[in-house]
């Protein structure tokens, strides 16, 4: 029997991507096919697409709940996704670090600071389903080996310190482990594999996929077609767009090719695009986010990011025309990134703002030092001397520094009102270290809509589609219009867990 | 041959909107089906779903350009869609009466208004694309026999009068014209007739549609289906969402069935969904916006939208627990309706403000007899009455008031820097006519996205789809986060009238 193509095969010599004149890769997908005009390469147990948090966590949740045949399919020749160079920032409430610290915490009050970021229109149920589940999935982290560091972090939004970060300040330090307790556990895991669409049986429920194997990103000929039966069902762990110039540009036309992104390369949205021709709900897909913590002095995340996320709460972010703070340095990640958008020169071309921290307390971040190696931050022993550097009048800048120093001491900010806590008694002072800010394209708050269960829903009917779940970035509408920094880690995470539980029962 | 049927048939219970508890049309619509597995009952030249203005402008285009076989279906008993029952605001740049009444105005100053409202994410390109055909859409409306008020009205977000609105303050005002004039050149127009789905040629062209006609609205079983080729392609005009409570609430929790609505029933989507199961890029589907203009005292549009639209340049909106204004009368729909959303209680419950009209002046306004006849809106006398019926503090009311008249006699409002121009002379003065405000769902910014073709284009080649044009409230994208009042109807109709250019050219 001859295969379906209902949409014929076109000339895939450029994607969405492609089409805004950069180069990305060139997505290969047809819509979906009947199992019955298929023959299965290969029957599997549980079949996960992605590598990321997501996936991971779910394959270890499903070798736990009793599965034996687990599979992992990754389109990059390295997993762990765009997961593994993230910030590593996990959050969550009620952990024993929180208890250490006499830090109060509750779901209910992670789930309002997240609700408050979403502005009114973020999935309340989702958020409490994953912050009641966020410790277990740190703990499974921790079970895997991750390690953290020994202290707890307040991240912009988050009313409480109740972040962890992994020792090594990045995503890596908990896909690694997560990945190799995999292994160890005998899930399969397949690199350069390439989801190219859903195989469907009669009564709409997902069978299985097409995958091309054997793939090298950006080659869409590459490799051979095969197609996998999978007994309980697909899981799309496949992240988020932020990669897609075309698609992130229909949403918003000023996020062009020459807007800084931290993703990896692969981050293009195709498993998304595909849900949608089956008929997922598109949700949020506008709300795109961009790192308000990024530097314009590196590329992708750099090592800025991780260094201005620690220091923030006790530093001050200056526009260089004024010699004047201009935000909340802790502020959610939307309000910040406008904030620093709106920094301009006189001609209202961009004049990416500064961020000056005391270098006794800067340099209790790790990334201090890789900062002030490869100029990406700048060590200064006197006002003056900043002053004079990135031209900005010395004087209100002065005055701006006794005045926050003053805030410092009384504990009240009143200028942006932010939560001085994690600022006692750190005055500014010189010596300096400063970083430059600019927003990168970070994470895309829309995706796919699914339910507490990772179950994708149907646009028209209105009901689950059978055999198929989505957990991570892919999915849309928890966080509403911006997602609170390490909140990431523990969605992905409880949902793909979620899915796993989800699959091992249906 | 069988019919393909990938999804297989569900049991068509309960669709998106009724999942959330309102009965609404359970949508019945299969994925597209392929040419070579159909008979056709039928052939026509063109194909346009939907009857409002996209749909009737294109089917007078495309026979001013020598189309032979026009025909329109409409899924509703009656013609006209949503458009019927809207404000009838045409917005367009360099009229005739902008000539005689001294107004300044070009393509670019409107759309320069516009992309300010879209908060920098319309597209400029599509929005330049309507401002440039706008004049010659209302030509159209003109030449059809539409009449319109002597005067032009400036409205919210729009630097100068640019509004033209029908005599008859209501969207049939255009839909009835149109709809005879099609009769009169021969378009053939099909009532009860709904779209089910695509069917598509091997190389992917969208070669026709199943329609169920003999529909009727509601019984998805009504009717019977019949397949109808088309030879230059389908536009689908088949409007915005707004009534489809499950896809409105995945955006936006916040807009549940109390939520009041200015649309039809019919206003629920399937046409744009079916669309992004063929592979059409959802855009800006969050963007979900309420008429500030809207009364908590009666259905849907009723009489005071368009009272208030009126009124609001020469008005005072007050929050009734302070007895001051709260916001711009002018300013654009989205800053306004979230200003009147904030008016709340001391329990934090809503509390709908009031709009504060001098009667000499509301009276200009034909609906301002209709607005006291049905007790939605009120007369007073005095101050003193109208404080004590609302309940609004009488001193910083008078204040208040002898504040803004300062404004009238300045020209200048220093509270909320309104434009001053069309409220010259006009104090607020007793007698009084009041009403009260509170947002409706009114219009979907967000669909499919369309380039100035009005060609559909697909999420993965970054191509538009063969055979498939859509144009209106069903596209996505243009206006960005709010579109500005009256600009929906220019963008209908030169949309529509572009994609029969298209469809001509083909």
Redo the contacts between chains.
């Keep these: 029997m001859s295969k379906?193509d209902?949409?014929?095969r076109?000339n895939?010599i450029?994607?969405?991507?492609?089409?805004a004149g950069v180069a990305v890769a060139a997505?290969?997908?047809a819509?979906?096919e009947?199992a019955t005009d298929v023959s299965w390469d290969k029957e599997v147990e549980v079949l996960i697409i992605g590598s990321g948090f997501a996936g991971l966590a779910a394959a270890i949740e499903a070798t736990r709940k009793g599965a034996k045949d687990v599979h992992i399919f990754e389109k990059m020749p390295y997993f762990g996704g765009n997961s593994a160079i993230n910030g590593g920032l996990f959050a969550a409430p009620g952990t024993p670090m929180q208890q250490q610290e006499g830090v109060k915490d509750s779901v209910e009050q992670m789930v309002a600071d997240q609700l408050k970021s979403g502005r009114?229109?973020?999935?309340?149920e989702l958020l409490r389903h994953v912050a009641s589940h966020a410790v277990e999935a740190l703990q499974m982290t921790l079970d895997a080996g991750a390690e953290y560091h020994p202290y707890l972090q307040q991240l912009g939004g988050h009313s409480v310190a109740r972040t962890y970060q992994t020792a090594v300040s990045c995503g890596a330090g908990i896909t690694q482990p997560l990945y190799k307790e995999c292994q160890r556990i005998g899930v399969k895991t397949h690199n350069r594999s390439k989801f190219e669409g859903f195989v469907?049986?009669?009564?709409?429920r997902v069978e299985g996929v097409k995958m091309r194997q054997g793939y090298y990103f950006g080659e869409e000929d590459s490799g051979k077609l095969v197609y996998i039966k999978s007994k309980r069902g697909v899981l799309m762990a496949t992240g988020g767009f932020a990669q897609n110039i075309?698609?992130r540009m229909?949403?918003?036309?000023?996020l062009t090719h020459e807007v800084g992104c931290t993703n990896t390369p692969g981050a293009t949205g195709?498993g998304m695009?595909e849900m949608?021709?089956?008929?997922a709900?598109?949700?949020?897909?506008?709300?795109i986010q961009s790192g308000p913590w990024a530097s314009p002095d590196e590329g992708g995340f750099g090592y800025v990011s991780n260094y201005s996320i620690f220091n923030f709460p006790h530093s001050i972010a200056i526009n260089r025309m004024t010699g004047k703070r201009f935000m909340n340095e802790i502020a959610d990640r939307k309000t910040r990134a406008d904030a620093e958008l709106a920094c301009r020169d006189a001609k209202g071309e961009p004049l990416p703002p500064i961020l000056i921290t005391s270098y006794k307390d800067s340099k209790q971040h790790p990334n201090t030092a890789k900062v002030l190696k490869y100029n990406v931050g700048w060590k200064f022993d006197s006002l003056e001397a900043l002053a004079k550097h990135f031209e900005v009048p010395l004087k209100p800048l002065k005055a701006q520094i006794e005045e926050y120093n003053r805030y410092v001491n009384s504990g009240e900010d009143k200028q942006f009102g932010k939560n001085m806590t994690k600022a006692k008694d750190k005055y500014i002072e010189a010596p300096f270290t400063v970083v430059r800010l600019w927003p990168k394209v970070h994470y895309c708050q829309?995706g796919v809509?699914v339910n507490t269960k990772a179950e994708v829903?149907d646009?028209?009917?209105?009901?689950p589609v059978a055999g198929l779940y989505a957990a991570g970035e892919v999915c849309g509408?928890i966080h509403g219009v911006s997602r609170l920094g390490s909140c990431s880690i523990p969605e992905c995470m409880v949902m793909g867990m979620t899915a796993a539980r989800s699959m091992m029962q249906a």
């Design positions: 379906v209902l949409l014929g076109r895939f450029k994607g969405v991507g492609a089409a997505p290969v997908l819509v979906s009947k009114g229109i973020a999935d309340e469907l049986g009669k009564d709409g075309g698609l229909a949403q918003d036309p000023t195709e695009l949608f021709r089956l008929g709900v598109p949700v949020h897909l506008a709300h829309g809509q829903k646009s028209l009917t209105g009901k509408g």
